[in-house]
Each structure stands twice: as C-alpha cells, then as structure tokens.
C-alpha cells in the first residue's frame, strides 16, 4: 500500500522558519511530481508548492519567495522549507502526488502535521 509520513510541523512565531518533511514508502517515488497543500479551518485545501521528478519548482502567490520545495529521490524523501511564516500559513499541511492539472493524484491523504504561527 502506498503511504506518504509528514512531520515537522510545530508552533512558530511569526517571522520564523520550520522544514517539514514527507517520507513516502513508494519504490518508483521519484518518477512523480510531488507537493505540498494545505488546509486551514473553514478553508478549501490548497496547492502551495510543487516540484517535478526534475527539480523543476512552482509555488502558489502566497507563498512565492518565502517558501522552497525541494526532494531526494534517492531517499524517497520530499521537503518544504517555510520562511518569513505569518499567521495565515497556519495549517495543517499534507504531501501529495500532483497531477498535470494541480489536482492530487493520490484519492489518500496522510495524518499531515499541524504548522500554528502566532503573532
């Protein structure tokens, strides 16, 4: 069964930085497009970041130029470092497989991990 383990996540000021990380247990994990949504309370999930099996990176317009994504293959392993955090990007945040579209392409989601950034 395919499986996606994020963490990372904790309480921050705002301004501050944390990594979060996605181990996915699939073998061929390194073929797909990867990324990063998000969902806050009373608010539809979102796309914020995504990266091809290439390294090539897009990012939502409320996180462009705060946040990286980035992925070792090698280790089945994908990665978001989130800077300058406000209080808006509290949510819980999931890894996903992304499709053409921005669409996730896994109907599965993971436990995800709760990023909370106070004022």
């Known amino acids: 069964q395919e499986q996606r383990v994020e963490s990372g996540g904790g309480l921050v000021q705002a301004g501050g930085s944390l990594r979060l990380s996605c181990a996915a247990s699939r073998f061929s994990f390194g073929i797909y497009t990867m990324g990063w949504y998000r969902q806050a309370p009373g608010k539809q999930r979102e796309l914020v970041a995504s990266i091809t099996s290439g390294g090539s990176a897009n990012y939502a317009d409320s ?34 497989v992304v499709t053409e579209i921005g669409a996730p392409g896994l109907s599965s989601w993971g436990q995800g991990t709760r990023v909370t950034v106070s004022s």
């Open 63 to 96: 996180v462009k130029g705060r946040f990286t994504i980035s992925r070792d293959n090698a280790k089945n392993m994908g990665y978001l470092q989130m800077n300058s955090l406000k209080p808006e990007d509290s949510a819980v945040y999931y890894c996903n």
